[in-house]
């Protein structure tokens, strides 16, 4: 037993100091920064910051538009959700919306906006297309279907899972009470779903509040916070102080989130038994929701296309004819290329590293009773709180004079806090509904506890650690927000570059990046789902 | 002994990852920070491929504002070996922190030049127009910075934006030079208020949208403009009455010391002596005695700020456009 515990500390003391180091102490950094200025403490900056009216203006855009790209998002997602879930449409066409709307998920969120200007913009397609602008880009509107674009998938998988859980004999229930459609809907669907459903608002927002490529690529003349954040510490009068306050104030929204969410849970139905009940035949159910889903999946797919059309001709949108010139071009660009095994580099080790970490809190918290080991639930909160920029940034603060400054370990690292959440979480609901003797019959048989974990345990769990895995690296390599403070020449990522030849203009370059992001992002996931589908037939055959 | 399997995992990560960590001032290559735009960057490039000195250096660009606050914040701490930058950032950035070694060109430039930059090339501020999309939308040529106020214009100028580009800044100088706070607030909040979103970061923004057609009217640098026309662009360029501003751009290096120093200092010595004959012709602004510029590049009405141009002022004139906001 003695030694058991010994071995569990093993684990747990340089887990809990890493996350000291590299969450903790960059925040008290980042609070100290706001408030600590010309050797006094003082609340001043706060005050001058609450009567800025740029950053009052740019809080207040964030707010408004964040909200009501979360309230669309939300919409759709639930409708698109149920098509899925409560309908019969045809297995196929399942498959195309559920591919159709996830897509943008392996694409850095600032690509969205320029794939939007070529579609929307004075000269886009559509535009030229229809022979005038459908609505004017630059600014709210584009940053709302940026943001509606970027946080679909996020809402759709949540509300998708919930859709699991909803008891369907209650619909039959229903209907045999010959209840009309809207308390039928009422009462079995919407009300058991209203916490997910919350929670997919919620997530929206601080998804679309946070983040910072669209606004970045569309943004106009919008301020938004996430931008304003950017030019307060690179801008030509850097004013780290006032940086330091606009992080701290967007904690605010993002702490009201989480709180939120934890409230939601409540509303949340356990279900025990999941029913495998038939839906009703519905044809016109099936045609309406099959249609107009396939619709908004090829609207999604349509807006993408550009992408793998721009580059490829002469001189788009004026010159169509095919070429591989730019394709070509690009290939022989030694730091393009170089740019790109960077982040194949940072993605990888931050999926191997995250999982590392992520899975040995995991096993900590759900499966040990060592000291303290409840702290990594609360990591877990903080790391789902902290925005990214705001992260980065607090690196910037602390490690500045420090030799992790510009290298490609600080990057991994705020990689690997900044993702921590999700695929800690996922590892903990798969420890937990493990057999929890496993650890006491290793014992017994006089295993230590890294034999059983070892042994057992890990093996029990592999395709959630796939999961873990494959989550990390898509992440890291679309992530602008959380690593824009820290890259330097040296470690340049894809998803910075991009933003830089931005300042060129260079849409073919831009496109063609994006295109080895979501080939690559698209194979690994491809690579994990074979090994899945591979392991899962090697247990039937047994 | 599979005791310590998790121990070592950790272990050996650590190590992985202290491997990774290799910092750039370890690296041998020269770092050349640049606010220039992509034509400028290809004529250096060129002349330091000429040099055989491919390899030796990585070239970052960044915008105007992101570069100066980085030299103002950090001094010689900054990344950067070599600094192609606005001259004016470079002399402020001296001022303060006393970052860069002194250095010596080959030939002698026109204007008196500070010890520690050389002059690389000149940019000159201009507007123009596609005249395609002037005859689309049945719009009269404008010949002033005052006449993109016209309501006529809505939302079909682009104008480079002064927080983030130096180009901008021409513009400002223009419009303050020849109508005063006063009278001047006003002519740029009438023209902010036609520019709408076609307010541009990077200084090339405005042409490019003139190009493409998204606008019909734009302000930026003039040559990019003449370069368009000869290429048989739809481009018409006008000097406007209120003035061609311009502006210099330098080269200088980081007073970091050591044997990189040396090499840093061959390549800042290759982009103002080598590339400038690529440079003079992209950027036709004479810098250097001897030099002579195009018919077609002399501007109308070249004018000079009457004070030296420095960060102070460039400050006093952003406060002047966020007000006309």
């Known amino acids: 037993m003695h030694s058991t515990k010994r071995a569990m500390k093993i684990a747990f003391v340089p887990l809990i100091l890493f996350f000291i180091l590299f969450l903790v102490a960059p925040m008290l950094m980042t609070i100290w920064q706001s408030l600590y200025t010309d050797r006094v403490f003082s609340i001043s900056p706060y005050l001058e910051a609450f009567t800025s009216s740029e950053i009052m203006m740019a809080m207040w855009n964030s707010l408004k538009v964040s909200s009501v790209s979360a309230l669309v998002t939300t919409g759709i997602a639930f409708f698109l959700a149920y098509s899925i879930e409560m309908t019969n449409v045809a297995k196929p066409a399942k498959k195309f919306i559920q591919f159709g709307i996830t897509l943008p998920m392996f694409l850095p969120t600032i690509t969205y906006g320029f794939v939007l200007i070529y579609v929307f913009g004075n000269q886009g397609l559509l535009t030229k297309l229809i022979g005038k602008p459908l609505f004017a880009i630059y600014g709210f509107n584009g940053l709302l279907v940026g943001y509606i674009l970027y946080t679909l998938p996020a809402a759709f998988i949540l509300i998708q899972n919930a859709f699991y859980y909803v008891d369907k004999r209650f619909l039959l229930v229903s209907d045999l009470m010959g209840d009309r459609f809207i308390r039928k809907f009422y009462h079995t669907i919407f009300r058991p779903m209203l916490g997910a459903i919350g929670g997919a608002f919620v997530l929206t927002f601080v998804l679309s509040f946070t983040d910072f490529g669209i606004p970045a690529s569309i943004g106009g003349t919008y301020e938004v916070i996430a931008t304003t954040l950017y030019q307060t510490m690179l801008g030509s009068i850097p004013n780290f102080q006032q940086g330091a306050v606009i992080s701290v104030l967007m904690l605010i929204p993002a702490i009201v989130s989480v709180v939120l969410l934890g409230a939601l849970e409540k509303l949340n139905f356990q279900q025990t038994t999941i029913s495998t009940t038939e839906l009703t035949m519905n044809r016109w159910r099936d045609v309406t929701f099959g249609t107009v889903a396939s619709i908004v999946a090829i609207v999604v797919l349509g807006i993408f296309a550009i992408m793998f059309v721009a580059p490829f001709t002469v001189a788009y949108p004026f010159n169509l004819t095919f070429t591989l010139d730019f394709l070509k071009r690009f290939i022989q660009m030694d730091e393009l290329t170089t740019v790109y095994w960077h982040s194949i580099f940072v993605a990888l080790f931050t999926a191997i590293v995250g999982v590392v970490v992520a899975f040995t809190s995991a096993l900590l918290s759900a499966r040990t009773t060592v000291k303290g080991h409840r702290s990594f639930d609360f990591i877990a909160m903080m790391t789902n709180t902290i925005p990214g920029m705001v992260l980065g940034l607090s690196y910037l603060f602390l490690f500045n004079n420090s030799s992790l400054k510009g290298t490609f370990m600080i990057i991994i690292i705020c990689n690997i806090i900044h993702f921590f959440t999700t695929p800690y979480l996922m590892a903990k609901n798969a420890l937990q509904k493990m057999d929890s003797n496993w650890e006491v019959i290793g014992e017994l048989l006089h295993d230590s506890w890294f034999q059983t974990v070892y042994r057992v345990i890990i093996p029990n769990v592999k395709s959630t650690i796939l999961e873990m895995f494959s989550y990390f690296f898509i992440n890291a390599m679309v992530t602008v927000s959380g690593i824009i403070f820290l890259v330097s020449t040296e470690t340049l990522l894809v998803s910075a570059k991009i933003k830089e030849l931005q300042h060129f203009n260079k849409f073919n370059d831009i496109f063609i990046l994006s295109i080895f992001i979501l080939a690559t992002n698209v194979l690994i996931k491809l690579i994990c789902e074979f090994w899945l589908y591979k392991q899962k037939k090697k247990e039937n055959a047994k | ?325």
Request: glycine share 8%; net charge negative.
């Open chain 2, 1 to 325: 002994m599979k005791n310590s399997v998790w121990l070592l995992l950790i272990c050996s990560i650590v190590l992985v990852l202290t491997a990774c960590s290799g910092k750039a001032s370890e690296n041998d290559k020269v770092i050349i920070y640049s606010n220039a735009d992509e034509e400028a960057i290809t004529a250096m490039e060129q002349a330091l491929k000429d040099e055989g000195l491919s390899g030796k250096y990585i070239i970052q660009s960044m915008g105007t504002s992101e570069l100066g606050g980085k030299m103002i914040a950090e001094g010689n701490k900054i990344e950067a070996d070599v600094v192609t930058m606005a001259s004016y950032f470079i002399d402020s950035a001296q001022k303060k922190n006393n970052m860069f070694t002194d250095i010596k060109g080959s030939k002698e430039a026109i204007d008196s030049q500070p010890s520690y930059a050389l002059p690389i090339l000149g940019n000159m501020g201009a507007i123009f127009v596609n005249t395609e999309v002037l005859k689309q939308k049945k719009l009269d040529t404008p010949t002033s910075i005052v006449d993109l106020t016209k309501p006529e214009y809505k939302d079909l100028v682009s104008i480079p934006n002064i927080m983030d580009s130096s180009t901008g800044w021409l513009l400002i100088q223009a419009i303050l030079h020849q109508y005063g706070e006063e009278k001047g607030k006003e002519v740029l909040h009438n023209l902010l208020a036609n520019v709408g979103p076609h307010l541009e970061s990077s200084g090339s923004g405005p042409i490019k949208k003139v190009q493409t057609g998204e606008v019909a009217v734009g302000f930026g640098l003039r040559a990019q403009a003449v370069n368009a026309k000869v290429e048989g662009q739809p481009i018409q360029y006008i000097d406007p009455t209120e003035g061609n501003f311009s502006l210099t751009e330098s080269v200088a290096v980081v007073n970091k010391g050591g044997d990189k120093q040396k090499l840093a200092m061959k390549i800042a010595k290759v982009i103002a002596d080598k590339a400038r004959p690529a440079l003079l012709k992209q950027y036709p602004v004479a810098l250097y005695k001897g030099e002579t510029v195009a018919k077609e590049h002399e501007p109308k009405h070249a004018t000079k700020w009457e004070t030296p141009l420095t960060v102070d002022l460039l400050e006093q004139h952003q406060a002047f456009f966020k007000s006309a906001q």
